[in-house]
């Protein structure tokens, strides 16, 4: 039986999260911010791309999965730009740090190849697709993560940033194929296939732990409650990594060679069970699945 993939209409309310929502762990709570810097631009360009990739779709299940998924990215995106918001009331301004961040999508990879690049369009649409598989396993890796994080639950976050994280985890792990599928479904034939999705995997581990260290150190320099006292240095990360409240480099780095591997597919990584049995019991999502039940019921 095929596993469907929806959408779910959560939201969340920030009125109480604390700026250093990990408590007395600032470093490991902006690691984790930086995924509020890259998603709300990142998860609309997927969605983007992936529009423009529709018409080469020619298999109906594979086409539900995508349609599936995004509706799932343009809901993560969204409900990442509200925590922005719930930061600068916080006196943490990230506008600055948001403009690079929509040049690298809406520019850099919009729908022209950038600085007259003579690549075709069907090329450069394939190109993009090959990075969004290539992250995808990484969000994978962090879903699940995030998922198993038990240490986590013992520094006491904040529930509600703790809810978000976990239901997005919980859905990129039900979706963790549906942009390898598409990849595949739309990137041509063999070895250039092949030699492509290993490309799209070169380009995006770097320039995504590029823009992680970038962010972090953004976040920590303006932190207006650190006021210049810390500093993120490898360090402090390393410490945030023994003590469980971020993924070991290890974990990480094992994600590479296994997405590199010819025969490769995404559908065994993380556990669709644990993803399934949290998205039963996070509380944003069955705030949504009842508010869906009362509609079809009214
Ligand atoms: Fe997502
Ligand atoms: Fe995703």
Redesign the pocket.
């Known amino acids: 039986m095929s596993y469907r993939i929806a959408p779910r209409r959560v939201s969340f309310d920030w009125q109480e999260t604390p700026l250093h929502w990990i408590p007395d762990e600032p470093t490991a709570t902006h690691v984790i911010n930086v995924l509020h810097l890259l998603l709300p631009a990142g998860?609309r360009w997927?969605v983007k791309v992936f529009k423009e990739a529709l018409p080469l779709v020619r298999d109906e299940e594979l086409l539900k999965d995508v349609k599936g998924?995004m509706g799932?990215?343009a809901t993560?995106s969204v409900q990442h730009a509200y925590v922005l918001h719930h930061l600068a009331e916080q006196n943490l301004d990230t506008g600055p740090f948001i403009q690079h961040v929509a040049f690298l999508f809406d520019v850099l990879l919009g729908e022209k190849p950038p600085f007259g690049m003579p690549l075709t369009e069907r090329e450069w649409l394939r190109f993009r697709l090959s990075l969004i598989a290539a992250?995808?396993q990484f969000?994978?890796v962090l879903?699940d993560w995030v998922l198993r994080a038990e240490d986590l639950d013992r520094a006491e976050p904040d529930p509600v940033m703790l809810d978000l994280l976990r239901w997005h985890g919980a859905?990129?792990v039900e979706?963790?194929s549906?942009?390898f599928d598409m990849y595949e479904h739309c990137g041509g034939d063999g070895t250039a296939r092949y030699a492509r999705r290993l490309l799209g995997m070169a380009v995006t581990a770097p320039v995504l732990f590029y823009l992680w260290g970038w962010g972090t150190r953004y976040l920590v320099r303006h932190d207006p409650v650190l006021a210049g006292r810390l500093r993120y240095s490898l360090r402090e990360h390393n410490k945030a990594v023994a003590k469980g409240l971020l993924p070991s480099w290890r974990e990480l780095g094992r994600a590479v060679p296994r997405y590199c591997r010819r025969s490769y597919h995404p559908s065994q990584e993380g556990s669709l069970r644990r993803a399934v049995d949290y998205l039963a019991t996070s509380p944003a999502a069955r705030t949504a699945a009842g508010a869906l039940g009362r509609a079809a019921l009214s």
Do not use: D, L, M, S
């Open positions: 998860e997927f998924f799932q990215e993560h992250i995808e969000t994978a879903g859905e990129e979706h963790r549906v942009a």
